[in-house]
Each structure stands twice: as structure tokens, then as C-alpha cells.
């Protein structure tokens, strides 16, 4: 028996045929397309991912730059106020100026044997002062604003009369950079204990 297609069923068989090829081409065509547009996001998300990373590396290198910046303007202003030298003569007419410029009285000086630290010379003195309490806050003031660091570790404070006098005892740290011997023993002195005060002319 021999089988023919009516022309209508021939029309329909001929559209799906061209339906088939054009889908088929079309997945052929279009499917590398969309994998590479997928390929090609993630990688833009990657270097999104790595742009924002380095962003926050360089704001944190900004921050550690401003800030080592901010220490090495300390470390020289620690350096500018630590002498190469002892000058312990210089302390003393510090010690003096501040006299001059609060009105209390230096009446002891006892320096201790210096200790070598390091690359660092450490003087030990005690500063006995005396005066009103505004004449030692004054003082206090004034030995903070010295241009050679002072370190002051301990006051001892004593009633006078009149009551408004008080003597303080500042126990106190000085430094220089060298680790030379020094001899400190002839800054020492206390009024009235028959050795003349240095700040004397």
C-alpha cells in the first residue's frame, strides 16, 4: 500500500521541519552567548570584589602613614628635649629661672649618682622647695614646661608656719643620651646648712 501526504499535512510537516532547524540553530548560537555573559559577570564581580579590598588596603596604608608620621614628630620632639650631654649646669639655672618666675624658694638640691640605661644617662634629684600652695603649683607648672624632659615620681609635702607656706620635696628624673661619668656631688646644696645656694651670684 502506498502512503501520500495530503498537501495540508505536507505544509504542516515543512513548518515544523523549519521550526526544528531554527530552534536547534538558534540553541547552537545563543547558548555559548549567554555562558560567556555569565562568565563574564562573575568576573566583574571578582573585580569588584578585588577593587574594593584594595580600596580599603590603600584608606588603612593612608592611616598607618598619617599616623607614623604623627610618632616620628613625637619621637624628635622626645629627642629634642633628651641633651647629648648631661648639662647639669643647665638644669640648675632652670631650677633657678623657675625660682625667679614663681617666687618659691629652692632650698635643697640632692642629685643621686646617675644610672647608666642603655644609650641613656638617668640623674636622679630632689628638688626641696618652698612657698605658698600657689607658689608650688606654679613651680610644678614650670618644671612641666622645661625643654628637657623631667619625670616626676614623687612629692612629699610638710607644713610650715604660717600655715599658707609649704615645703615639697619633688623627687624627680632626669635624662640624657651618652653614658659618660658625671659627677653630680658639687650641685648639692641646702640653705642654711652652711653651703651656698648655686643660685647665688
Do not use: W
Amino acid at each position: 500500500m502506498k502512503f501520500q501526504l495530503t498537501k495540508r499535512e505536507k505544509k504542516i510537516l515543512l513548518s515544523l521541519a523549519v521550526f526544528l532547524a531554527l530552534g536547534g540553530s538558534s540553541f547552537v548560537i545563543v547558548d555559548p552567548v549567554l555562558r560567556s555573559e555569565a562568565a563574564l559577570r562573575e568576573q566583574v564581580e571578582e573585580m569588584g570584589t578585588k577593587v574594593a579590598d584594595g580600596r580599603k588596603a590603600f584608606l588603612q596604608l593612608q592611616a598607618n602613614t598619617a599616623r607614623l608620621g604623627a610618632v616620628r614628630d613625637e619621637t624628635h620632639a622626645l629627642n629634642q628635649k633628651i641633651p647629648s650631654g648631661a648639662n647639669i649646669a643647665r638644669l640648675v639655672y632652670d631650677l633657678d629661672r623657675g625660682e625667679r618666675a614663681t617666687g618659691a624658694i629652692v632650698v635643697g638640691l640632692n642629685f643621686s649618682p646617675p644610672a647608666v640605661k642603655g644609650r641613656f644617662t638617668e640623674f636622679a634629684v630632689e628638688v626641696e622647695v618652698e612657698g605658698s600652695y600657689q607658689q608650688q603649683v606654679a613651680y610644678v607648672r614650670f618644671l612641666e614646661g622645661l625643654q628637657r624632659l623631667v619625670l616626676l615620681s614623687k612629692v612629699k609635702v610638710t607644713p610650715l608656719s604660717p600655715p599658707t607656706r609649704i615645703r615639697c620635696i619633688y623627687a624627680m628624673t632626669v635624662y640624657s643620651e651618652g653614658s659618660g661619668e658625671v659627677d653630680v656631688s658639687g650641685y648639692n646644696f641646702r640653705r642654711g646648712a652652711g653651703r651656698p645656694s648655686p643660685f647665688a651670684p
